[in-house]
Nanobody
Framework: QVRLVESGGGLVQAGGSLRLSCTAS????????MGWYRQVPGKQRELVAR???????NYADSVKGRFTISRDNAKNTVYLQMDSLKPEDTAVYYC????????????WGQGTQVTVSS
Protein backbone atom coordinates (compact mmCIF):
# COMPACT_ATOMS: atom_id res chain seq x y z
CA GLN A 1 0.00 0.00 0.00
CA VAL A 2 1.30 3.43 -0.98
CA ARG A 3 -0.20 6.70 0.15
CA LEU A 4 0.16 9.75 -2.09
CA VAL A 5 -0.20 13.24 -0.68
CA GLU A 6 -0.47 16.25 -2.96
CA SER A 7 0.35 19.76 -1.81
CA GLY A 8 1.07 23.20 -3.21
CA GLY A 9 -2.32 24.13 -4.60
CA GLY A 10 -3.99 27.44 -3.96
CA LEU A 11 -5.35 30.62 -5.45
CA VAL A 12 -3.23 32.51 -7.97
CA GLN A 13 -3.80 35.24 -10.53
CA ALA A 14 -3.62 34.52 -14.22
CA GLY A 15 -0.02 34.56 -15.37
CA GLY A 16 1.24 33.38 -12.02
CA SER A 17 2.97 30.16 -10.98
CA LEU A 18 2.47 27.30 -8.58
CA ARG A 19 4.51 24.21 -7.81
CA LEU A 20 2.65 21.08 -6.85
CA SER A 21 4.27 18.23 -4.97
CA CYS A 22 3.16 14.64 -4.65
CA THR A 23 4.94 12.75 -1.88
CA ALA A 24 4.58 9.01 -1.49
CA SER A 25 4.73 7.01 1.74
CA UNK A 26 7.03 4.51 0.04
CA UNK A 27 9.39 4.16 -2.86
CA UNK A 28 8.12 5.47 -6.18
CA UNK A 29 10.97 3.91 -8.13
CA UNK A 30 8.89 0.76 -8.67
CA UNK A 31 6.31 2.83 -10.51
CA UNK A 32 7.87 3.40 -13.90
CA UNK A 33 5.38 6.10 -14.80
CA MET A 34 3.94 8.70 -12.44
CA GLY A 35 1.40 11.23 -13.59
CA TRP A 36 -0.54 14.35 -12.78
CA TYR A 37 -4.21 14.57 -13.72
CA ARG A 38 -6.87 17.20 -13.18
CA GLN A 39 -10.62 17.32 -12.96
CA VAL A 40 -13.29 19.98 -12.94
CA PRO A 41 -16.86 19.31 -11.80
CA GLY A 42 -18.95 17.67 -14.49
CA LYS A 43 -15.96 16.68 -16.61
CA GLN A 44 -13.77 13.62 -16.90
CA ARG A 45 -10.43 13.50 -15.21
CA GLU A 46 -7.76 14.35 -17.78
CA LEU A 47 -4.04 13.84 -18.13
CA VAL A 48 -1.83 16.83 -17.44
CA ALA A 49 1.63 15.27 -17.58
CA ARG A 50 3.44 11.97 -17.06
CA UNK A 51 7.03 11.10 -16.34
CA UNK A 52 8.92 7.82 -16.52
CA UNK A 53 11.92 6.71 -14.50
CA UNK A 54 13.97 7.28 -17.65
CA UNK A 55 13.02 10.95 -17.51
CA UNK A 56 10.79 10.71 -20.54
CA UNK A 57 7.75 12.95 -20.32
CA ASN A 58 4.56 13.72 -22.12
CA TYR A 59 2.13 16.58 -21.67
CA ALA A 60 -1.39 17.50 -22.59
CA ASP A 61 -1.36 19.93 -25.50
CA SER A 62 -3.07 22.55 -23.36
CA VAL A 63 -0.12 22.75 -20.94
CA LYS A 64 2.88 22.21 -23.21
CA GLY A 65 5.45 24.93 -22.78
CA ARG A 66 3.89 26.12 -19.51
CA PHE A 67 4.05 23.11 -17.15
CA THR A 68 7.03 20.95 -16.25
CA ILE A 69 6.85 17.60 -14.53
CA SER A 70 9.80 16.15 -12.64
CA ARG A 71 10.47 13.43 -10.12
CA ASP A 72 12.96 12.83 -7.34
CA ASN A 73 12.96 9.12 -6.56
CA ALA A 74 15.28 9.64 -3.58
CA LYS A 75 12.60 11.85 -2.00
CA ASN A 76 9.69 9.76 -3.29
CA THR A 77 8.24 12.93 -4.75
CA VAL A 78 6.85 14.04 -8.10
CA TYR A 79 6.55 17.73 -8.91
CA LEU A 80 4.51 19.81 -11.30
CA GLN A 81 5.82 23.29 -11.96
CA MET A 82 2.99 25.36 -13.42
CA ASP A 83 3.84 28.70 -15.04
CA SER A 84 1.79 31.20 -17.03
CA LEU A 85 -1.34 29.88 -15.41
CA LYS A 86 -4.69 30.51 -17.06
CA PRO A 87 -8.22 30.50 -15.59
CA GLU A 88 -8.92 27.31 -17.56
CA ASP A 89 -6.23 25.55 -15.51
CA THR A 90 -8.56 25.76 -12.50
CA ALA A 91 -9.21 22.21 -11.30
CA VAL A 92 -8.44 19.66 -8.63
CA TYR A 93 -5.05 18.17 -9.42
CA TYR A 94 -4.27 14.55 -8.58
CA CYS A 95 -1.16 12.46 -8.83
CA UNK A 96 -1.25 8.79 -9.62
CA UNK A 97 0.86 5.72 -10.13
CA UNK A 98 -1.39 4.36 -12.88
CA UNK A 99 0.27 5.06 -16.25
CA UNK A 100 -3.07 5.37 -18.01
CA UNK A 101 -4.85 7.45 -15.40
CA UNK A 102 -7.48 4.84 -14.66
CA UNK A 103 -9.15 5.76 -11.40
CA UNK A 104 -9.88 2.11 -10.59
CA UNK A 105 -6.20 1.19 -10.78
CA UNK A 106 -2.99 2.21 -9.11
CA UNK A 107 -2.70 4.66 -6.26
CA TRP A 108 -4.19 8.14 -6.18
CA GLY A 109 -3.81 11.08 -3.88
CA GLN A 110 -6.66 13.07 -2.41
CA GLY A 111 -6.10 15.97 -4.77
CA THR A 112 -5.16 19.61 -4.36
CA GLN A 113 -7.27 22.53 -5.56
CA VAL A 114 -5.77 25.01 -8.00
CA THR A 115 -7.77 28.14 -8.68
CA VAL A 116 -6.62 30.72 -11.22
CA SER A 117 -8.39 34.07 -11.18
CA SER A 118 -8.65 36.29 -14.23
Amino acid sequence: QVRLVESGGGLVQAGGSLRLSCTASGSIFRFNVMGWYRQVPGKQRELVARIANSGGTNYADSVKGRFTISRDNAKNTVYLQMDSLKPEDTAVYYCSTDPLGRTAYGYWGQGTQVTVSS
